[in-house]
């Protein structure tokens, strides 16, 4: 594999950060130009399957450990070895980046268990706040859903920098985006606030292909990108009037294609130039295969015609409703495979 091709993405303003905590992924991928890393309970799992954990989860089990408490100390221990890697970057940039991002408990979100707002709330602030503890560079993934949102204030007062995931929409956006500033003016000192937004967008153009056929085909595929857009814009204008010491940031995630017939760097190329892009390794991979040359583009919106037929038949309200209930599910279920499958292993382990 070549540099070339991600180091002019690089160069026209963008941050790579990896959707993966592997340590044979980030190592490949430093040398590539990533600066910050993020997990989830699916990577976890992934790389529990390999066996690689099996000693500390032997010592976790022996320790009397039960298999929620062995999953979590394990993640503990492969986000904050990810730290190591991207603290050098944390300190060169004063806090501005190098960070890995961690998900505070998925159950919280169950709607299986069926619980209360208030203690979903008192969840996502209590688990933010240990989990960060002795933790510089690592972020806390709080999901834009009611409970996380209203969570936000308290744990940005206690000065903890956050990723605000599972974002489809401008209303989730501005909702987290305002929580979190109004959680900034109790914190002791601005000078380390940093908070980023996770928009997701190959999932709305996966949306939009099953519930809006009726899109022309230059509007098809484009929905993701324009949402993107929007949202970078209006992130951009709230924070040049509220100035902090560090840059509060879009994190352009679920940038791999779904779709076959598009090339792989689709989505990259499209919001190449300013913030962070959270690449699956294969992405960053298939760009580092080809010879690509990246220019500023995550400020050039589409064809006025596109927009204002994205903008007449894309109703935004629903397909936020239908990609959080997905999301709420693909953000859980992955959580109780995780504990399936340390639970499994402890056994086989003992």
Known sequence: MSQQSLTSLINTGTKLWLDSVDPDLIAENVKLGATGATSNPIIISDLIKTGRYDEQLSALVRDGCSPSDAAWQLNDLVVANAEQVFEPTWQKTGADDGYVSFEVDPLLEDPTAGMPLDDRVAGYVSEGTKWSQGHQNRMIKVPATPAGIRALPELAAKGIPLNVTLIFTMRQYEAARDAIWQGAQNCSSLDTFKSVYSIFISRVDVYTQKHVPELSADAQGQVGILNAKQLWVANQEFWSKHATPLKQEIVFASTGTKNAEDDPWKYVIALAGSDIQTNPPAT???????????????????????????????????????????????????????????????????
Not at 289 to 295: K, P, V, W
């Open 284 to 350: 960053n991979e298939a760009i580092a295969e080809h010879d690509l040359t990246f220019t500023r583009t995550v400020d050039k919106m589409p064809p006025t015609a596109i927009v204002k037929e994205i903008e007449q038949k894309v109703d935004m309200e629903k397909l936020e409703e239908t990609l959080m209930q997905e999301g709420i599910k693909k953000f859980a279920d992955p959580q109780k495979a995780l504990l399936a499958l340390v639970a499994e292993k402890a056994k086989e382990l003992v």
